[in-house]
């Protein structure tokens, strides 16, 4: 019986790049959706990364204005949003949101 070795080489398959919001970036109103409700105790933060600072937080009593949503570096969609009730903008990660988010992509 003749054995051959064989050599395995990994291979990288990637994707697009993440274009995720880096901490302090906004978005402009592109979603003309109504006002929502549907965050309870969520946080709104200053990027699309659980790691970006926390500015407020959203109740499921306080009104949303959806603007758009990205991909954060974790895999996850987060939206921009506006609170109405607080003044807050900001990102929220899309699975704290019960409809998910805004179905507008921001563009980056």
Known sequence: MLLTAVTITPVIV?????????CGKTASDKDGSGWVKSANGANIRSGSSTGCTSKGIA???HVLDY????WGNDGYSWTYVRNDTTGVQGWIRDDLLSDRGSDVHCGF
């Not at 990637?14 to 880096?22: I, L």
């Not at 603007?67 to 990205?70: K, L, N, R, V």
């Open 14 to 22: 990637t994707g697009p790049a993440s274009a995720h919001a880096t």
């Open 59 to 61: 109740y499921s009593s």
């Open 67 to 70: 603007h758009c949503y990205t």
